[in-house]
Structures are given as structure tokens and as C-alpha cells.
């Protein structure tokens, strides 16, 4: 599974369990092939009677400004600015490629809608207000139970039967095609933020108590929050840590406590104990 927006893609799953999930089949991170030896991903993608929901989902910081005139999204950091490929564009790109690809596996058709789920509660949006689509397709997390109501008020009528949804999910998850980089970013780790995020609010850094990493702000424990972070370090940094590298990125103090992650998380290693390095496959952690 990619992780480019992990946190992201997991802090709408407590959103996601208001859905009914009798009514729908829910698959994440989908790798699809397209035409011309091409790939194209879905975040999150939920298959129903009445329609094929995509949820493009974005965890940015910052203040977002979409412009449709140029087609870009200019996030404002820091009193620095940096554009962003437009995500309702991508949005309605990948609305396209999935009905190509169903007539393509010759797979009932369906309407395709899609909504653009921004995840970060602290992210400020903005737009032009002649520019309407965003108010309709631009979401948080909270609201994504009522927009699939509306939805289902807008679709009423029965496209896919149970079968034939079925015969569509397990055909989605046959072609996909997990991806792994090569290589990590090789990101200065100084320019990381540190610490073990919360995977349902996204609150950062967690403090490790007795039997996970206990969230403040949503009063959770998590047993295995840690390693969405170690896979962050493996894909921005470098694909093996120490047992000091893992308690600066984790902010833990005892260096006990880092060695009995890394035994339950049972990482190949090179090294005595002293100079020992694990490795991070990201197969390994994307199990966990």
C-alpha cells in the first residue's frame, strides 16, 4: 500500500464507520492499471448499489487557496506560498479512468461521483466564490456521513445489485498492483516533524503509556501507532534506523522501550547490540 498521506487515509476510517456497511463495500488504496501501461490510484474508493463513491483525500497544512482559473491549489505555510496540482481536477481525472477502466473489464456500469476530503482539522480553505463546485465537492471528515446521504438521495436508483458489486470489488482488488518505491526521499530527518500521530484525529505526538500511545485529545490508546511513523521515516529519511534514530523520531527516552518495539515489529537486522541497525521494509510495517 502507498503511504503518501497514510495519516491522512486513516483518519477518516472513524468517519467511514457511520457508512452502511451492509450497503457498501469500502477498498483503500487502490493501484490500478490504466491504458497505455500507465497506473492510476484511488484513495479510497466505496462501491454501492447506487454508485461508486471516490474519496480523494488530502492531509496539507496550512491555508489552501483553490484557483480554478490556473487550476492549482496555493497553500500558504509559514508565510511561504507553494502551489498544488489542482485536486478536483485529479478528481475528476480519476472519475474518468475508473469508468474507462469498467467498460474496459466489461463490469456493470455506475455513476462515479467523488468528493475531495481535506483531513486536516487545522487546514484553512478558501476559494473564489464564483467558484461553486468546491462548496459541493471539497469535505472534512465529519461531513462525509451526510454528503454519502445526499448522494443516495441523488442516486436513487439501484445500479449494481449485491452480485454484481461483489464481482466489482473483487475484480478492483485482482488488479491492483501494490507499489513500494525504490528508494526513500532521503529527506533531511531535521525537517520531519517528529513524534507518533494519532490515527484517528491526527494530534501529534502522542506520549507512550503502558500498552500503546495514549491521544489527549480524542482519549484513545493506540498499541500500534508507532509504525505509521516508522514507515514515514523509511519513505521521507532512509529505509534503516538505530535504536537511538528510532527514540529521537518516536520521542521516547528509554532506549528498552525502542528495543522491545523493534522485537515485536521483528525487523531483520544487522549488528551487535550496541551498533545494531534495523531495516524497515515497508511489507513488513504496512502488515502491522
Known amino acids: 500500500m502507498s503511504r503518501a498521506g497514510y ?3 486513516t483518519s477518516i476510517d472513524y468517519h467511514l464507520n457511520f457508512l452502511p456497511f451492509d450497503d457498501c463495500y469500502i477498498l483503500h488504496d487502490l493501484r490500478l492499471p490504466g491504458e497505455r501501461s500507465t497506473f492510476f490510484q484511488i484513495d479510497t474508493l466505496l462501491v454501492t448499489p447506487h454508485f461508486l463513491l471516490i474519496l480523494e483525500i488530502k492531509n496539507i497544512a496550512g491555508t489552501l487557496y483553490f484557483d480554478p482559473s490556473f487550476q492549482q491549489m496555493i497553500r500558504t505555510l509559514d508565510d511561504k506560498e507553494e502551489a498544488f496540482p489542482d485536486p478536483l481536477l485529479q478528481l475528476r481525472r480519476q472519475q474518468s479512468q475508473l469508468q474507462n477502466w469498467l467498460i474496459r473489464h466489461k463490469l456493470p456500469q455506475a455513476p462515479v461521483p467523488g468528493f475531495v476530503v481535506i483531513s486536516n482539522a487545522s487546514t484553512v480553505l478558501k476559494t473564489d466564490p464564483a467558484h461553486r463546485d468546491m462548496y459541493h465537492s471539497v469535505i472534512r471528515p465529519p461531513s462525509l ?10 442516486y436513487e436508483a439501484v445500479t449494481l445489485t449485491k452480485q454484481q458489486m461483489q464481482k466489482v470489488s473483487r475484480k478492483l482488488k485482482k488488479l491492483h498492483q501494490h507499489h513500494i518505491p525504490d528508494t526513500p526521499s532521503e529527506i533531511d530527518p531535521r525537517l520531519l516533524h517528529t513524534g507518533v500521530y494519532c490515527p484517528d484525529c491526527d494530534h501529534l505526538p502522542l506520549p507512550r503509556q503502558r500498552g500503546g500511545w495514549y ?49 515485536q515489529l521483528d525487523l531483520p537486522y544487522t549488528g551487535s547490540y550496541k551498533n545494531r541497525r534495523y531495516t524497515l521494509p515497508l511489507d513488513i510495517l504496512d502488515r502491522m
Do not use: M
Open 7 to 9: 495519516r491522512g487515509e
Open 215 to 263: 491521544c489527549g485529545a480524542c482519549h484513545t490508546l493506540h498499541p500500534h501507532a508507532h509504525t505509521a511513523s516508522l514507515i514515514d521515516y523509511a519513505l521521507l529519511h532512509k529505509s534503516t534506523i538505530t535504536n537511538r534514530e528510532c527514540r529521537t523520531f518516536l520521542q521516547l527516552d528509554s532506549p528498552s522501550v525502542s528495543a522491545k518495539l523493534f522485537h
Open 145 to 154: 456521513p451526510y454528503s454519502y446521504e445526499s448522494l443516495q438521495k441523488k
